[in-house]
């Protein structure tokens, strides 16, 4: 029972919500995160320590960089993404938040993935 209160708990909050389905759709760094969801480092690190703390994530090394993206088997949260995802007309800030690839030449020149492209 404990899992399934801090699933909602996590999903209670706008900018941990955001984050979720952002990283349910493709796999992000941190720097990512804070431009898209216009939001600082440490909020966006304090999130993802939640987040690894309930095994929602995972995490890739890239050099001396960390991506994350959601972790499957969580049956629980992976329906209510689902039915996010598959809703997403219903929800314009989600939606803004997936287009934002299309600034992204703008954010690569502010972001670590800049330096793992180059190398």
């Given at each position: 029972?404990?899992?399934?209160?801090?699933?909602?708990?996590?999903?209670?909050?706008?900018?941990?919500?955001?984050?979720?389905?952002?990283?349910?759709?493709?796999?992000?760094?941190?720097?990512?995160?804070?431009?898209?969801?216009?939001?600082?480092q440490p909020t966006v690190s304090k999130n993802l320590s939640k987040f690894r703390d309930l095994n929602l994530v995972t995490?890739?090394?890239?050099?001396?960089?960390?991506?994350?993206?959601?972790?499957?088997?969580?049956?629980?949260?992976?329906?209510?993404?689902?039915?996010?995802?598959?809703?997403?007309?219903?929800?314009?800030?989600?939606?803004?938040?997936?287009?934002?690839?299309?600034?992204?030449?703008?954010?690569?020149?502010?972001?670590?993935?800049?330096?793992?492209?180059?190398?």
């Open positions: 029972m404990e899992q399934l209160v801090n699933i909602y708990k996590i999903l209670s909050d706008e900018t941990r919500l955001r984050m979720i389905i952002l990283l349910a759709q493709k796999e992000l760094c941190v720097c990512e995160l804070c431009d898209i969801l216009a939001v600082s995490t890739k090394r890239k050099e001396k960089f960390i991506c994350y993206q959601l972790k499957t088997g969580n049956v629980v949260l992976e329906r209510i993404v689902k039915d996010i995802l598959d809703n997403l007309a219903d929800y314009p800030q989600l939606i803004s938040d997936k287009n934002w690839h299309v600034d992204s030449k703008r954010i690569l020149d502010q972001c670590c993935m800049k330096h793992m492209i180059q190398n």
